[in-house]
């Protein structure tokens, strides 16, 4: 039958793509998931009895606690941050109707396709106790010994905002794009202040946009190791980088799989309710 | 019309569109070398039968046969039938060359009769030396003749053509028909031909069948389908037609009615409906170019006023208005309907004049 | 009116001035690397002491840094082309044969780019302590993963720009499905496959999650190599590697901009 042999053939396309899928993505992040309820095992993996534990130790340990508080806390930040640098931007570059406008929109993008290491390697280069922020105020006399930049957590969300804020400009121009310049004009012929008219056409016509920006750019901050990493240290812990350090460093799996999972959870409740938010706004 | 040996039967053809509609079922059957279209409005299934023949898509139910053979089943590549589309599809990396060549490579043709065959087609389509051009160099008419030059190299048992001519400007719209089916029928191709266009339709086809949400409302030569027209979907999208509410006052049981309309008057007419009855309601329909027009009252006319005349050049279109309803009547130019005027009395003497079962 | 105008101008105006903060704000650090790349001494000092490609040269003497930015090229161009070949598959099945599934399949397909990367690397170091498969075969797939977000979403919206009626025309002329695929699809979405294919080798280079986890020795990228330098000095060496990866990086980016524009693979 030739539907059936439409099938076959569109199933053997995505028999790759499937395999790779199943075999490298989903089986082994439910076995790492799956491990955050087994017991830890000083000499092997795990033990395979079931408990509560590792989850227990999150939301009880103090240590881990902070963690958590500390990454929501950066994560929050980190948005709003975005939001409020990446909305004029957005803004500008879908209104504009300037020359070099594709030039400006390739600057943002361009960033993110040279990795998060060269860009992080940027800040340390500013922020460092030798960087350049500290060498200028030192020669204008201005203070007398380096400040403390570096490992501090206003570092680390300058740094995240630095990284992340293309996720929240993309979204926000597809639905500043979208929206129809007239409704605007229209406002401003009935009355309204150019004010006015942004807080009650344009802002509102854009929240699709910033509810995905803010998704994209708090699931990647929240998840972020090698940020808190480099120029938070070991002052600043994150989830992400707890993650690493549990797995890589204590070799403790069911602990940093227990994390993982309740990252993965963050994400998907944000997600979720970005979902249903959204469909509110549709409706 | 010469009877012809049958190449292609559709039988029960159906196709469901989950809730968005259903066309079929169809049956039609086609004779060697006949050409056929397949007519009717956007939306009236004419293009999903042409596909589903094509086997570019499944029919839900039915059974395609082509000689004799089933090929319900069976994928496009093993049908051997040549498809002109209607925005013609030519390959834009390709140049004309290939794009014609296609065809005969998947059949792995032998290169040196690959190169006769397409030199030898390009020129019966009338488009020699331009095999090395890209089809954006083309215009609208010259990749509507290498669409079917790439359909007719294949030598295809039959040649379906899908609106080819809507996109192409009026003048050379009517200079393709009459290519087109000269080209038909000095190869002698059996041919399948779809539009929503009747004089296309008319002025191309052996057959006609005109279809209407999904079925086949009438088949049968222009003439038929022109001079008696079985329901009024037919008549209403084939020329122009009068249509009158009428009684049926008797019926010799063989074709031949006497109609009364709104009045009093009484009319012979012609019908399909053999079961017409005395008594039961029936349209009455009358070509506007079939009246004559009298000046004084005679048996068989129709008292009538002129409400409007209206001058086209060749043509005189007359309203009027009569007990039965409005009329519309069209006469040649000549000075004696030029004289017309709005008010006149007239008496109507239509001839041809049909019986349909009222709708 | 004119005074509205002019508070327009001047709204206007200060929103000029704050992009342009915002863009020194988004280049400032690039900048910041590719000009201490060219300092003469050895120390960070801003603005840079004197030009000199010393530091180049010393990137070029080091062996650690040369393999390292050779083995990311390489794992770059063979997680690019197996990100090309199984997402051109896979965008080609979602966009003709996905029919009423073809949302869903979408999302289904975007998966990895909706997974944290680093539970995507250590679920596969997990797995590789039960299922002994090559080392480079791991991270290779790992790299694969993280690019098929960007090479499906593009190449599904060049198919997208495709007639299905051309498919249609060459199956009727006896072309069987594989043959359309490869002599009509391929041809007429090449642009979108050639800008995926670049792009994917960008995530690829850039990419440090999954490398991290999953490089077994002598599988050092270059993104590793400087996040293991980075963590305990700051040399200008590392601005020169940096300001060598930027420019091949934004060479690459701007090849794919003119072939279809960045945007349509980013935005998914």
Redesign the interface.
């Known amino acids: ?3 059936a ?3 076959r ?3 053997g ?2 028999t ?2 499937g395999l ?2 199943l075999f ?2 989903i ?3 439910g ?3 799956s ?1 955050g309820f087994f017991k830890y095992d000083v000499f092997g ?1 795990y033990k395979p009895e079931l408990t509560g534990e590792n989850f227990a130790r999150l939301v009880v340990d103090p240590y881990y606690l902070d963690i958590v508080a500390l990454t929501l806390k950066l994560a929050g930040l980190t948005t709003l941050f975005s939001l409020l ?1 990446g909305y ?2 957005a ?2 570059l879908t209104r504009t109707r300037s020359a070099w406008r594709g030039a ?23 922020m ?1 106790a ?3 922020v500290n ?2 105020l030192i020669a204008a006399g201005l203070i007398a010994r380096p400040l403390q930049i570096l490992h501090t957590e206003t570092a680390v969300v300058i740094a995240l905002v ?1 990284i992340l ?2 996720y929240m400009v ?1 979204p926000l121009i ?1 639905s500043l794009a979208g929206q129809d310049p007239n409704l605007e004009r229209a406002a ?1 012929t009935l009355g309204a ?2 004010a006015r008219c942004f807080l009650e056409v344009t802002l509102p016509l854009s929240r699709p946009g910033i509810l995905m920006g803010s998704v994209l750019v708090f ?2 901050s929240a ?1 972020s ?2 940020i808190p ?2 120029i938070g240290g070991k002052d600043v812990q994150m989830m ?1 980088q707890s ?2 350090e549990l ?2 460093h204590t070799l403790n ?1 069911p602990l ?1 799989s227990a994390m ?1 999972s309740l ?2 959870l963050l ?1 998907f409740s944000i ?1 979720f309710v970005y979902f249903r938010s959204n469909r509110r706004v549709r409706r | 019309m010469i009877a012809r040996e049958t190449i292609l039967s559709l039988e029960g053809i159906t196709k469901r569109y989950g809730d968005a509609g259903v066309v079929g079922p169809v049956d039609l059957t086609i004779g060697k070398g006949e050409f056929l279209t397949l007519l009717g409005p956007s939306g009236c299934g004419k293009t999903t039968t042409l596909q589903i023949i094509a086997g570019l898509l499944e029919p839900t139910d039915g059974r395609v046969s082509l000689s004799g053979r089933d090929i319900t089943d069976a994928p496009p590549p093993q049908r051997d039938m040549g498809l002109v589309f209607q925005n013609y599809a030519l390959f834009p990396h390709k140049t004309i060359f290939d794009n014609v060549a296609f065809g005969l490579r998947m059949r792995k043709v032998a290169r040196t009769e690959i190169v006769d065959r397409v030199t030898e087609m390009l020129r019966i389509v009338g488009l020699p030396d331009i095999e090395r051009r890209l089809p954006d160099q083309l215009s609208g008419g010259q990749r509507q003749r290498v669409a079917l030059a790439r359909a007719l190299v294949i030598r295809p048992t039959i040649l379906l053509l899908d609106e080819p001519l809507s996109n192409l400007d009026a003048m050379l719209r009517k200079r393709m028909r009459h290519e087109i089916r000269e080209l038909q029928q000095r190869l002698g191709i059996t041919t399948i031909f779809v539009t929503h266009d009747q004089d296309e339709a008319f002025e191309m086809s052996d057959r006609v069948a005109l279809l209407d949400r999904g079925r086949i409302a009438q088949i049968g030569t222009p003439e038929e389908l022109y001079d008696a027209p079985t329901t009024r979907f037919v008549a209403e999208f084939i020329g122009d037609a009068n249509l009158i509410d009428a009684e049926v006052v008797s019926a010799d049981g063989r074709g031949l009615v006497r109609l009364r309309i709104a009045g009093g008057s009484e009319m012979l007419a012609r019908t399909s409906a053999l079961d017409l009855g005395p008594g039961q309601g029936a349209l009455l329909m009358i070509r506007p170019e079939r009246i004559e027009l009298a000046d004084a009252a005679a048996p068989g006319t129709l008292p009538a006023r002129v409400r409007q005349r209206v001058f086209s050049g060749e043509r005189i279109t007359l309203e009027l208005d009569t007990s039965g309803g409005p009329i519309t009547c069209t006469k040649p130019s000549l000075p004696q309907y030029r004289q017309l005027d709005p008010g006149m009395q007239v008496w109507l003497q239509p001839g041809d004049c049909r019986a349909l079962r009222a709708s | 009116m004119s005074a509205a105008d002019k508070a327009g101008r001047r709204g206007w105006f200060g929103l000029r001035l704050s992009v342009f903060l915002i863009y020194v704000f988004l280049m400032g650090p690039i900048a910041i690397i590719v000009l201490s790349s060219f300092n003469a001494t050895t120390s960070m000092a801003f603005p840079p002491q004197g030009f000199s490609l010393r530091w180049y040269g010393e990137f070029f003497r080091s062996d650690s840094f040369v393999d390292a930015f050779l083995f990311s090229m390489k794992l770059g161009l063979c997680a690019a082309i197996g990100a090309t070949a199984i997402g051109f598959l896979a965008a080609y099945a979602i966009v003709r044969f996905g029919g009423r599934a073809r949302e869903a399949a979408q999302s289904a397909a975007l998966l990895p780019a909706m997974i944290p990367h680093i539970l995507i690397s250590m679920s596969l170091l997990l797995a590789l302590n039960f299922v002994p498969v090559p080392d480079f075969t791991v991270l290779l797939a790992g790299h694969v993963l993280i690019c098929l977000p960007f090479t499906i979403a593009g190449i599904t919206a060049s198919l997208d720009g495709v007639d299905a009626q051309l498919e249609a025309a060459a199956w009727t002329l006896g072309a069987s499905r594989a043959r359309i695929l490869g002599e009509i699809v391929l041809p007429l979405v090449a642009p979108g496959v050639l800008s995926a294919l670049i792009f994917a080798f960008i995530v690829s280079f850039g990419d440090i999650y999954i490398a991290l986890f999953l490089a077994g020795p002598g599988m050092t990228t270059l993104p590793m190599e400087i996040f293991s330098y980075v963590q305990w000095e700051s040399t200008p060496v590392i601005a020169a590697i940096s300001t060598l990866q930027i420019l091949l990086i934004v060479g690459l980016g701007l090849i794919v901009e003119r072939l279809v524009g960045l945007r349509r693979i980013m935005r998914f």
Not at chain 1, 116 to 125: A, H
């Open positions: 039958m030739a539907a042999a439409d099938r053939f569109g199933i396309l995505l790759p793509i790779l899928y490298f993505l089986l082994p992040i076995f790492f998931l491990m993996l640098l004029p931007l803004f500008f400006l929109m390739f600057l943002v993008v361009a960033p993110l396709t040279t990795g998060v290491i060269v860009r992080t390697y940027g800040w340390i280069v500013l460092g030798e960087g350049i060498k200028t630095h804020m293309p993309f597809s401003s202040s150019r699931t990647l998840g190791v090698v990493q480099l992400g993650i690493y797995v890589l799996w940093g993982a990252l993965v994400q997600i």
